[in-house]
């Protein structure tokens, strides 16, 4: 199995491999969280703009998500896990925006199949993509330069059997990232501390596997 790590909002083809796009802070921390909590799926979408018109054919469905990592207007939700952790999304469908994550979730259609993670599901991803035994592995760190989502790549590559680092490492790596830096400074009410905690920790055998389809619509699901 090749195991390579990118970073950037283009994920690498891979065609005949799995693909996986991480955001620790925060997009994949917030979705798992949402199907730990009951949510049916998520569909990603680039823009506010597209959240609002799809939300038109999905009446039902919540909207999350940030732009410049702050709440947008009119949305249910923020990027938080925190907030999502505190609500009940059961069964609801979720309409996910954000800077990161889902941009190059959304560009990762040259793959054979395509998962999102973070510190929060790494194991259980790995573990999937161990079972699928696929030719290639492309870890894509999402955030183009912070250090969070390539800590969870090289933390991935190590349960994969490479060369990486330890769950502490990878832990202490997103806590000290930049992209951390304004949940601790109070610099808006909704990025709270404990969104930084949430995407820090670790759900171990417990994790969910998050996929990704494409059509009709993308959309992320667990697997059962
Ligand atoms: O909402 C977030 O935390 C981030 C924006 S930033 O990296 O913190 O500025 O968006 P995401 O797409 O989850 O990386
Ligand atoms: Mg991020």
């Keep these: 199995m090749k ?11 891979n065609i005949n491999g799995i693909t996986v796009i991480i955001d620790v802070i925060r997009a994949f921390t917030t979705s798992h969280q949402a199907f730990v909590g009951g ?3 998520i569909l990603p979408v680039a823009t506010a703009e597209e959240a609002f018109a799809l939300r038109e ?37 979720m309409i996910l925006r954000t800077t990161n994550g889902v941009t190059a979730t959304l560009r990762a ?4 199949e395509v ?4 510190l929060i599901n790494a194991e259980a991803t790995a573990r999937y993509i161990q079972e699928q035994a696929p030719p290639s592995v492309v870890l894509v760190a999402s955030h183009p330069t912070g250090d969070e989502d390539v800590a969870c790549a090289e933390y991935i590559r190590a349960l994969l059997g490479g060369d990486g680092i330890t769950l502490e490492q990878a832990q202490e790596r997103t806590r000290n990232a930049f992209a951390a830096r304004k ?11 404990e969104d930084i905690h949430m995407a820090s920790s670790s759900a171990g055998d417990d ?17 059962a």
């Design 3 to 13: 195991i390579s790590i990118a970073q950037g909002h283009n994920p690498p083809h």
């Design 39 to 41: 949510l049916d799926h």
């Design 57 to 93: 054919h999905h009446p039902q469905a919540l909207l999350a998500g940030e732009v410049q990592a702050l709440p947008i207007k009119g949305f249910d939700y923020g990027n938080s896990p925190w907030e999502i952790a505190n609500s009940d999304v059961t069964n609801r469908t």
């Design 109 to 112: 259609r040259d793959s054979r």
């Design 115 to 118: 998962l999102v993670a973070a």
């Design 183 to 193: 949940f601790f400074d109070g610099s808006h009410p909704r990025l709270r501390p």
């Design 207 to 223: 994790g969910l596997v998050m996929k990704v389809s494409f059509e009709p619509l993308p959309r992320i699901d667990k697997l």
